[in-house]
């Protein structure tokens, strides 16, 4: 018999090299951004992108194909 993951891993919508909007805001404002993904992610993976290839990559969760979502902001 072969080992199971426990659980299915969903497959990943952005691919490294993709752009992406990299979204952050509330209830009352939104803002957004260009950004390129480092690394592929599936939905509510967290994955690192960045302005370009010179500046430094910031964290953000994934919501679908070319949306990420900056931490610490809630979906309205």
Same mark, same amino acid.
């Given at each position: 018999?072969?080992?199971?993951? #426990?659980? #299915?891993?969903?497959?990943?919508?952005?691919?490294?090299?993709?752009?992406?909007?990299?979204?952050?805001?509330?209830?009352?404002?939104?803002?957004?951004?260009?950004?390129?993904?480092?690394?592929?992610?599936?939905?509510?993976?967290?994955?690192?992108?960045?302005?370009?290839?010179?500046?430094?990559?910031?964290?953000?969760?994934?919501?679908?194909?070319?949306?990420?979502?900056?931490?610490?902001?809630?979906?309205?």
């Amino acid at each position: 018999s072969y080992a199971r993951p #426990a659980a #299915a891993k969903e497959q990943p919508v952005i691919k490294r090299g993709d752009p992406v909007q990299l979204i952050a805001g509330g209830p009352s404002f939104s803002v957004s951004r260009a950004m390129i993904a480092d690394e592929d992610g599936a939905p509510g993976q967290m994955i690192r992108v960045r302005e370009d290839r010179k500046s430094d990559p910031v964290l953000a969760q994934v919501v679908e194909i070319g949306i990420v979502r900056a931490p610490g902001f809630k979906e309205y």
